[in-house]
């Protein structure tokens, strides 16, 4: 029956909202041509030395180029973009904080096989979140058409929610999307890269976001040089991780904020009491500790 399409003008939480109950979204047309063009010329030296995948899950015909932030301007607009920011951020809103994941090129080329169908969260050491908790927010947007031919993504639509042997008996639709268009994908829906059986390259741009607890896929910190990162604006700094991921995770030295150390500042990371009303868990937290300094007081 194929997948369902939003049009580049959809409400992010509608987006979000249908993302949560079948596990994918595309939302088409969302970049335009001269953005994707932009991309493609700035990244195309760094595809050409980037070596084949060394395994059948990595794609042995297939690229994987990294960096994209410190190597390819035109790519900080896919991560910050509207839409996608706002999905991401309803998406996964259950966290304090949301972060950048992974930023990475895909270039799957003729003769390519189709990928064992899996999980990203994976990733997290195979980790069984509970179902309700989404641990990120994944995006592939196509640099080039991607058809039934050249491998688009293959998505098993609903199974987010369903364990492996039930997964793998819903049958798999394919991702196929014009360029510039955006598929959003969580980290437990069943999916995989198609087969390739086009003569040309399949591109598609994958930037996904994570909660801000995790580790990143992608080592932001090393990943984009400090030297271009005092460079960039503090919104798309703080996607990067330069913020605190959640109470007490992210400072450096003597409880400085990330990205006021970056900019030469000493400004100090949030008091719990400051991101209380975040998370209901931490709201909790804090109002009993100021109850039990109520009652200390009532006895001094």
């Known amino acids: 029956m194929g997948l369902t399409h939003f049009d580049r003008d959809a409400d992010p939480i509608a987006v979000s909202t249908f993302l949560s109950v079948h596990g994918y979204a595309i939302v088409d047309d969302v970049a335009d041509t001269q953005l994707m063009d932009r991309l493609a010329a700035e990244v195309g030296p760094y595809v050409d030395a980037s070596a084949a995948g060394r395994d059948e899950y990595d794609g042995q015909f297939t690229r994987r180029t990294g960096s994209l932030i410190e190597r390819c301007p035109a790519s900080r607009e896919l991560v910050m973009h509207p839409t996608v920011v706002d999905t991401v951020r309803h998406f996964l809103g259950h966290a304090t904080a949301q972060q950048l994941h992974l930023t990475q090129l895909i270039s799957v080329g003729p003769g390519e096989t189709k990928q064992k ?4 969260q994976m990733a997290f050491d195979f980790f069984e979140f ?14 080039t058409d991607f058809t039934v031919d050249n491998g688009a993504t293959h998505i098993h639509p609903g199974t987010s929610a369903q364990d492996d042997d039930a997964a793998q008996r819903v049958p798999s639709e394919q991702a196929t999307m014009r360029r510039g268009s955006v598929l959003f994908y969580d980290g437990k829906v069943l999916h995989g890269a198609g087969a390739n059986e086009s003569d040309g390259v399949r591109q598609g741009v994958n930037i996904t976001y994570a909660v ?9 910190y090393l990943a984009c040089s400090q030297e271009v990162a005092r460079t960039l604006d503090d919104d798309l700094l703080r996607m990067m991780g330069y913020q605190q991921g959640a109470f007490a995770l992210g400072y450096v030295g003597d409880q400085q904020d990330a990205l006021s150390k970056l900019r030469g500042d000493h400004t ?3 008091l719990i009491g400051d991101i209380a009303q975040k998370n209901e868990d931490i ?3 804090v109002d009993e500790l100021g109850n039990e300094r109520s009652g200390d007081r009532l006895h001094e």
Request: net charge positive.
């Open 117 to 120: 169908p899996h999980r990203d």
């Open 268 to 270: 100090k990371v949030q």
């Open 130 to 143: 509970p179902v309700d908790y989404h641990v990120q927010c994944n995006t592939m947007w196509a640099l």
């Open 283 to 285: 709201r909790k937290f």
């Open 212 to 220: 801000g607890w995790v580790r990143q896929e992608e080592n932001q």
